[in-house]
């Protein structure tokens, strides 16, 4: 019989959040257990609120995804064990990522990988785990953990990702299982969940980077699942060019779009601009803990607008490249992961806020 109780590990205790009233990003928050109604009225309004969301801010909030706070935070607690002492530094580079030369960031990402401003690098390490969680090897202090982060894998792909994607389709008007079909939980393909913890930096490394510890970007998969925790760092461009913080909510998930959604959707759902930044002052001596499940497509998918949209037909459809040249999804993945951080770019502005580099014949851009 399968044991009933969970193997005992710290418990990971985030600080408060800020008392500091930053410039909010004012999201929309959808109520998830909308998306199961079995009335279409129902699940097309919530469609129409995901996409003027995706339109307008390119981000926003889910909430009643169906885990409760105390099962997020015990995914905390596990995300936490893979940075701790429990592993050491001989067996992490066991685990390290060749990211460059496999395109992957699957295993450890080491902190001071990506260069981000003025020769100052990094500060954040990163473990990145397939959803099936059984592909690859685990450190030693994780394996007992591998049927709940497993779990997490499973819930991320089918009670956030999936509806989110019918909700998405239904914005343009396509059958509500076009894009689910693309993003199969046992198909080949490289959604992935990612552990993240930023060290605070020296006071050095905060001036030479105007404190931003994450450069600006859009994501490169379809989309991305971003459990909320309290410390205030994420940021998004507004198109009025002005940055603004994603507030904390207490048990919601933060939903983006990437540009591998940018190409499906023709252009119809856009990926925000988004970078981290140094928290505020309450919160500086802290580390900061992530949760985070990164989508792509199945990698066979080839990155071409859905041409049969209604909603395309009447709004147009805005292309980056040629459907003959589209990269499929494995394609793309593989080479902006290998490419980030580590190509040297070009500025674009002479203020340098903008650079740019070029992967498979489109540009990508960057944002200090
Ligand atoms: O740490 C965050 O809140 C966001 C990280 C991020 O944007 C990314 O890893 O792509
Ligand atoms: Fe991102």
Known sequence: MPSLTVPQIPHYTPPPRTKEELHWADLAIIDLAKAQDPDPVVRSELAR???????????????????????????????????????????????????????????????????IDNGVQDQVETYSIHRDVTMRQHPQALRPLLPEIGALARHTHFDVLHPVLRLLALGLELPEDSLVKLHGFEAPGASHLRFMKYHPRSPEDELKTKNVWLKGHTDIGTVTVLYSQPVSALQILGKDGTWRWIKHIENAIVINTGDSMEFLSG?????????????????????????????????????????????LKRVGITRRFEDKDAPTQEEWGRARTSAYGKTQLKATSEERKVEEEVIGGVIVRHYS
């Open 49 to 115: 609120q995901v996409a003027e969301a995706s339109k307008t801010q390119g981000f926003f909030y889910v909430v009643n995804h169906g885990w409760s706070a105390a099962q997020v935070e015990r995914m905390f607690d596990i995300a936490d064990v893979v940075f701790s002492p429990a592993v050491d530094a001989e067996e992490k580079k066991v685990y390290t990522a060749n990211i460059k030369q496999t395109g992957s960031y699957q295993g450890y990402k080491p902190r001071q990988y990506w260069h």
């Open 267 to 311: 252009g119809f759902y856009q990926p925000t601009i988004h970078r981290v930044v140094q928290p505020p002052a309450d919160q500086q001596n802290h580390t900061r803990l992530g949760l985070f499940y990164f989508a792509l497509a199945d990698f066979e998918v080839r990155l071409v607008p859905f041409e049969e949209s209604p909603m």
